[in-house]
């Protein structure tokens, strides 16, 4: 159901509908030292480890960049592997762990554009195994046969150009098949009791069911609704009710904010939201959601058309910066309500991830958090080349809050939240409780930075009530996304464990495990092998 009112909120102007089409291609990673408010948490290591890292500072070495950003293909383990593990994993950590992410960077340009590869890491009493295998999407199945050349532009990686025509002639009429459906974004459990899983990516054809227990490949999934658009983010939201909320993409047509109850195939229209740059959508790869409101954020970085069909030059890979349009925040009520959706003037931010957002205490306004970059260089900054120099400064996302007014005609607003300048210097891929999620809450959890780096080397654990952090670093080492995992019948908030994935200093990963309260390591799995740099996770509980 398309919204019936025009979009008067804060000065905002709707576009009537237009019935052209631009697809586009796809889019669619112990002994503690206080100082001040912050807590440093420093793991033990060997003497032998130890001055190896030492050595490396606070860049990572050569070893783990090289591990991290490989060419190599990485071989697949179907068998599950059990892991030497130093340290402790609690008894009552049962389940899987499971994270998607590239396999390989074999002949790409940007970070998110290698084909996805789950990995996966079993606990059981306090032993640990894993297993990995490449998602077996029609992108990488043709990558392979082709003899490692691209049949589908990825995000930042263009196939050669002749074969782009027929693509780029497809793009504008309006067909969906030169979208990439490599699956290498996301991954979570597709039904009730997590034995299968859906990897995703930002097309709408870009979603696979796997089998959790061999991560064996099952079909692509199909929808079987009408709704068109061909991109949705890779960031769909849980409700308690089962069902998802995701936000669907149509080229020179709207942002349409849908619901899909679990296991079903057929999306629901809740709202559609107008382009206020025909025909032109912004990226939108993640979004805020309350108890009460879907957030769709329209924020200034736009698909430059040309570029995105092509993969030709626009300033930030294929997208466009306008800070002067700022940003507007559709608020979207999740009852379907349409005749309440606002639309709020916000100033202009980028952003990937949204860490959480919760409506206050008095029902008046909206808090969002998020890491925000003042630009999208970052992703300029992630273009392999860039990334494997290990030369550019890592770029600044301080933590940060946008208030958003709930009545009136008053513009969203921005303030800072950590007390600690150098703490929240740079944050991204952030997690929290998932039991939070929506609603008030303290503790966040994200990738860091211990400067001087170029990218993220360090994990935090930020409080947002007091504005204090506490950080986990090893020298010579790159982390990933902290993954919270709350303690059965937890007692607090930050009851649980924390689990990344790490390349070690010597190009070999580890599992890490971190006290999610303290935030002192607890233990680690060791790998014999290093797993390429990856993305977003998820834990399913053992079913009992």
Not at 58 to 85: G, K, M, R, Y
Not at 171 to 193: H, M, Y
Request: proline share 7%; aromatic share 10%; with cysteine.
């Amino acid at each position: 159901m398309s919204i019936s009112s025009s979009l008067s909120n804060a000065g905002y102007t709707s576009l009537q509908a237009r019935s052209n089409k631009f697809p586009i291609h796809k889019l669619l990673p112990y002994q503690t030292q206080r100082t001040r408010s912050r807590t440093v948490v420093r793991s033990q290591a060997a003497p032998a480890m130890m001055e190896k890292q030492e050595t490396a500072g606070t860049h990572p070495t050569q070893a783990a960049i090289d591990a991290c950003f490989t060419n190599d293909i990485s071989p697949e383990q179907v068998e599950a592997l059990s892991l030497q593990v130093s340290g402790a994993f609690p008894t009552w950590l049962h389940g899987d762990y499971v994270r998607n992410g590239p396999g390989t960077f074999k002949g790409m340009d940007h970070l998110f554009d290698g084909y996805g590869m789950l990995v996966k890491f079993s606990f059981d009493n306090g032993k640990v195994s894993t297993q990995q295998r490449f998602v077996q999407s029609n992108a990488y199945k043709t990558f392979l046969d082709r003899g490692y050349k691209l049949k589908y532009n990825e995000f930042g990686t263009a196939r050669p150009a002749l074969e782009s025509l027929p693509v780029i002639a497809a793009g504008i009429l309006g067909i969906g098949q030169g979208f990439t459906d490599n699956a290498t974004v996301n991954v979570f459990p597709s039904n009730a009791d997590g034995s299968e899983l859906l990897a995703v990516t930002e097309s709408v054809k870009g979603t696979y069911r796997l089998d959790t227990a061999t991560l064996a490949t099952k079909h692509q999934e199909k929808y079987t609704d009408s709704i068109k658009g061909d991109l949705n983010t890779a960031h769909p939201k849980l409700l308690p009710s089962g069902e998802s909320i995701n936000i669907v993409v149509g080229f020179g047509d709207g942002y349409k904010v849908v619901k899909q109850q679990r296991e079903s195939h057929e999306r629901q229209e809740i709202a559609k939201i107008p382009l206020s740059q025909f025909p032109a959508p912004s990226w939108i790869h993640d979004f805020p959601i309350t108890k009460n409101y879907v957030v769709v954020p329209e924020t200034p970085i736009y698909f430059n058309m040309l570029a995105a069909l092509t993969l030709g030059k626009a300033p930030y890979v294929q997208f466009d910066w306008k800070p002067e349009t700022r940003s507007i925040l559709h608020l979207v009520p999740l009852n379907g309500d349409t005749s309440k959706i606002r639309h709020v003037r916000a100033p202009s931010y980028f952003t990937f991830h949204y860490i959480n957002a919760y409506g206050t205490e008095d029902g008046g306004n909206i808090h969002i958090d998020f890491g925000n970059f003042a630009d999208p260089e970052m992703l300029n900054s992630l273009k392999l080349a860039s990334v494997r120099s290990n030369e550019r400064p890592v770029e600044a996302s301080p933590i940060t809050r946008l208030t958003v007014p709930l009545s009136g005609d008053g513009e969203a607003t921005l303030s800072k939240l950590m007390k600690d300048d150098e703490a929240y210097t740079f944050s991204e891929l952030p997690r929290i409780n998932p039991h939070y999620k929506g609603q008030a809450y303290r503790y966040g959890y994200s990738v860091s930075a211990k400067l001087p780096v170029s990218y993220g080397n360090a994990l935090s654990k930020f409080d947002m009530q007091e504005g204090t952090s506490k950080q986990w670093h090893e020298a010579g080492c790159i982390p990933v996304e902290p993954l919270m995992v709350p303690a059965p019948n937890a007692k607090s908030e930050d009851d649980g464990v924390v689990l990344s994935i790490v390349m070690g200093a010597d190009g070999k990963s580890f599992l890490l495990c971190l006290d999610a309260g303290s935030f002192e390591e607890l233990g680690r799995a060791h790998l014999p092998y290093g797993i390429p740099y990856g993305f977003h996770a998820s834990f399913i509980p053992a079913r009992t």
